[in-house]
């Protein structure tokens, strides 16, 4: 079994505020599925830097290492970025996972589709409407599978907020608001392609998906936007933060999310992202802190807040360390479904290519709206 993940950045690898998601999540998945025992797995990382090659290397090491037993089973590898479309062209690989800017998004996964290849890919799914909608178009003529890694449709707290919502235990649902932030230091130090991405496209499409995960049917209506400029946009151009107003219809009923997203956060902030969430019902309201979720750590370096559920390693009943959380259900449930060869069910819940250019279509408004200054009537793309 040949797996390719485009890609070799901090979401694969790891950052300074953690390890990364999809080596450990792909290794891990190998034990659970226990493939590696029935064939040979070779797993193959792309890099773009030659540079940065020795490093990287090194980590990947320390990575496999920590699963023990599966380093004579599963063999990783390294190869230039350049060398993607010769591999995709082999017609051998079982699956692709690409974790890259939202710039080059499109012209990987249209590679991959084109090959026949199911796609894993970090979100959002493009961050451009039109090359969106041609993406869905050739996904469409080529019955092509792709899995947009919206991770919080798996968070159990999100899964319960479903639940309840179908439910009616609290009537019609009538405000969805949501902060999130992460910190400043990340467009201005750690990434280097910030100057490419907004914020609103870069983090807020989680919780615009989350609006399409709790109401598969909803439509948008309108979208208002107002940047907030700061030490983020004196350096890379791109807004610190962005207000926004989202207005969608529900079933004949109107909805509205208000989102604060931002790069806001100091840079001894505890952790990498403050979520929270407001969901305001006839009958009830509904407080989500998806930040603290009960695990405060004081050390010398100050406090960090840990988020269990998310992705992190855990010990089972025999006392062994695993990763596990809802970051890696997604690699989890994309895997099973690749391996099992069934088609895909189309039920909403799962994050697919027409699940997420719903969300490409409310960022686009989002977008103009940021630009013109107005609010963004949706119709006008119907």
Same mark, same amino acid.
């Given at each position: ?106 012209? @990987?996964? /249209?590679?991959?589709?084109?090959? #026949?290849?199911?796609?894993? =890919?970090?979100?959002?799914?493009? &961050? %451009? ?103 983020? @946009?004196? /350096?890379?151009?791109?807004?610190? #933060?962005?207000?926004?107003? =989202?207005?969608?219809?529900?079933? &004949? %009923? ?129």
């Amino acid at each position: 079994m040949n797996i390719l993940i485009i890609g070799s950045g901090s979401y694969v690898l790891s950052d300074p505020f953690g390890p990364g998601v999809v080596l450990r999540s792909v290794l891990q998945w190998t034990k659970d599925s226990r493939v590696a025992e029935q064939q040979a797995v070779t797993i193959t990382l792309t890099y773009q830097s030659e540079k940065k090659l020795p490093e990287k290397q090194s980590e990947v090491e320390a990575i496999i290492n920590y699963f023990n037993g599966i380093n004579d089973k599963v063999k990783v590898k390294f190869e230039a970025a350049s060398a993607v479309k010769n591999i995709l062209a082999a017609g051998d690989v079982a699956a692709c996972f690409i974790a890259v800017p939202d710039v080059h998004h499109a012209e @990987y996964c /249209k590679l991959a589709i084109e090959h #026949g290849c199911p796609v894993w =890919l970090v979100k959002p799914l493009t &961050g %451009n409407y039109g090359a969106a909608k041609d993406l869905s178009r050739i996904c469409g003529e080529l019955s092509g599978n792709v899995w947009v890694d919206y991770h919080k449709r798996f968070d159990p707290s999100n899964a319960y907020l479903k639940l309840k919502g179908q439910a009616g235990d609290y009537g019609r649902m009538l405000v969805y608001s949501v902060d999130y932030h992460q910190p400043y230091t990340l467009p201005t130090q750690v990434f280097d392609w910030t100057s490419d991405v907004d914020v609103f496209t870069y983090i807020g499409c989680h919780y615009v998906d989350q609006v399409f995960y709790l109401y598969p049917g909803a439509r948008p209506v309108s979208a208002s936007a107002y940047p907030v400029k700061g030490k983020v @946009y004196e /350096k890379t151009g791109q807004f610190d #933060g962005v207000i926004a107003t =989202l207005r969608f219809d529900v079933e &004949g %009923n109107e909805l509205l999310v208000p989102m604060n997203i931002g790069w806001f956060n100091p840079a001894g902030s505890p952790t990498k992202s403050l979520q929270v969430l407001k969901v305001q019902f006839e009958k009830g309201l509904v407080n989500l802190d998806q930040t603290r979720r009960g695990i405060e750590i004081w050390h010398e370096e100050g406090v960090s807040e840990i988020n269990p559920y998310f992705f992190g390693e855990a010990l089972d009943a025999m006392g062994n360390s695993y990763y596990t959380g809802y970051g890696y259900k997604s690699v989890q449930a994309f895997l099973d479904l690749v391996q099992s060869g069934q088609k895909w069910p189309s039920s909403g819940i799962l994050p697919t290519l027409e699940e997420a250019l719903k969300t490409e279509k409310v960022l686009f408004g989002v977008q103009e709206a940021l630009k013109t200054g107005k609010e963004f009537d949706y119709r006008t793309l119907d």
